[in-house]
């Protein structure tokens, strides 16, 4: 209910027998009942207003108009017997007000068509045989005194409406310009030539057949023009709805439909009559059924809060002609923004641009105690121009400012606040659309918030699983992009990762599990963390895959997934791929051109346990462009994989690959939210200095660390390193060939590698065993000072595995 803010309720009275006089004194439009029934939603506190008037053979009682909140949310019905017991039956009967509280009315027979408690009922007749009025309110004290008076003078001046003219067409009969006779049983349908012009038909086009109008029709707008035209869809009394038509050149037009089902009898067929009219031309009208229901309609699919702010926004805003709207969430006693309508903040109140985060204000309600009370109260408020407000919410609307407590689950979800520039007349079409918009937004907004912060740990969740960042390359350039699924709450199985692996060397991974559970999210971080282990083990790629596989199968779940794995030699330009079940990688090359790579492929991971994942070699140029993903960006309902991966290479054909990110996020641009997408891009940029490379085998002899001296500074003097440097270098590498001597078995491997000013020194030897720092050496000790030398000498240093045994590498900074 919409009150006056600081008016008396003493007033209510007045006003509303002065808005129904007013209404009164206008000409009949045919909406006149609607008005009169709004008058009871701004003044008399109901929900919901109906009028039901007596039917043909007087045996019913059939809905006339109602106003309001859809009835469907109260179980109101279209029709009551008129010797029934329901309360409108009996206050037809009797010619007396029936007044319902909430636990009368819980006790009637017709609380069980109400899908839940704590609404209070009236049911006053109205005079001269013209039916009754129903009203219904979930104010917690039901209908006061006040409420009472007012619903008796709207019940007084409500007038069942004449049967519309094209009602009383018969068959072949003329018909207005606008109206339209349809029988119900054949499908031929009367129309007047202003409705052939809306549907771009001519009289000699048009057969007769309401089919071929319905085929002229928006195919998302059918399902509910249908429910008016079939007869078994539709029930006794009016119905107004708006649907779009298409037209031969530009875009669809917006056409409103009126009508009314009249029964047959005496072997005349039931037919719909009313009129059809252009909706982009006429007045907008705020209190029209159509656009609550398009209301309710974009808030039943708006998933989050930004998409209920902005549904409230789109349906309120223009046909207010409001300057502002804002709608925030109520956080304790802050307002956290979710829209404004405009954006820029210069458009707002000063304390809103003091207050103002990242994209949208948090201005805080104790800045506002005109607000701050009117959200106690629950109830809207609207304030005219020239009402002493403070500076904070004057300036929201210094013409006239509306505020819309957003009622949800006992409490106030939010509030919506409208304000207009210049000065505003608050009409009775305007309160009884904001009230009927504030309780659908305020439940609409609880359920986004409550699907926001569950999508929001999903999605953390998921984050957690992924790479938090990707590491620089030498040589390349690597961006990812992971998008969760909008269409549900779980989690995906999607992944992609980056392995820098020795000898400038990268592994590139992305894949799929199968599903979209916390299961499917388990295996994936499982597969990928198995990879990068196979993958740093020093595995070549189809022993990888063929590995990770193997482990798959051992684990006994019913879940499989896809992947490729691509071995990317950074010194080469040259890479092995390898592909169990997923899309193949897509390559960019510098000359604008895509090309899918042919690559064998190997079954999905998890299937056969013994499966074989051929190698496919890679040439790439500098400047090439690797690109993997996922189905979910290149498969839609409406396009094969096949289709989906050339509109993929396309995109990347257009693209401008020296900006990653921006490739990547256009990319995703058109994604398919109904499944999750990973996308991996790599460019290939070659690397800037060639790595020098030297091996020695290092036999088990008596002089076999002098020999691996020697060699040491036979090579580095050779590559032309100072000889400041070779010292610290030669300390290492006798103190690494010493350990692998003397603490494992085997063949025992020394790898020199310089890359500018980076000298790297490797070590491999057949045990696993990594080697321990000491804690702690005391004087007399003999051994042990080996693995501290190396690391006072190193830049950094560590250990790899490497087949069934280990590398130890030091990295020394030459020049130093």
Known sequence: MVSEGIAERGTRTLRAEGALKAIAALPDRGDRLRRVLEQALVFGGAALVAVYTPGEDRELLCLAESAG??????????SYPAAGGSPVADAHRDGTPVWLGPEEFAGSAESRHVPSSGFSLAVLPVPGDGGCLLALTECPGGFGPEDRACLELVADAAVSPAPPAAAESAEGRELRPDAFSLAMDTGRVQVGDDILRLFALTPDDFDGKVETLLGLTV??????LMSVVESDHMSIGDRELEFRVLQPTGPPKWLRLRGRLLPGGDGRPARLVGTVADASTLRPDVTDVARVQRLAAALATAGTVRDVSQAVVAALRRPLRADRIALAELEGDRLVVTVLDPPEPESWPELWRLEWRTEWPDAPVRAMPTLASALREGRAQIWPAGTALEPALADVGPGGLAVLPLPAAGRTAGVCLIGWDSPHDFGPDERALLTASAGLAGQALMRAHAFDAEHELVGMLQRQLLPRRLPELPGAVAVARYLPSTAGLELGGDWYDVIPLPDHHVALVIGDVQGHSAGAATLMGQMRTALRAYAVEGHPPDVVVSRANRLLTDMGTDLFATCVYV???????????VRAGHLPPVLRH????????????????GVVAQADFPMSPLRLRTGTLIALTTDGLVESADADIDEGMDRFAHALAVSDPAHLGLVADALLGNARRSDDVALLLVRYDGMDTRPRRETWTVWRLPEAVRHARRFTNRTLRSWGVPASDIDAVLLVVSELVTNALVHTDGKVRLDLTLVGSRLRVAVADASPRTPVKPTSIGWEATGGRGILLVEAVSTTWGT??????????SEITLGR
Do not use: F, N
Request: charged fraction near 25%; proline fraction near 13%; aromatic fraction near 6%.
């Open 69 to 78: 909140v859809p009835r469907t949310l109260y179980g109101v019905r279209d």
């Open 219 to 224: 195919p998302e707008d059918l399902p509910s």
């Open 567 to 577: 071995d990317l030699d950074m010194e080469e330009g040259s890479a092995w791929c």
């Open 590 to 605: 510098p000359d604008g051109s895509t090309e899918i790579a042919e690559t064998e492929g190997g079954p999905p991971l």
């Open 800 to 809: 790899l595995p490497v087949g069934g045994g280990k590398q130890v590498w």
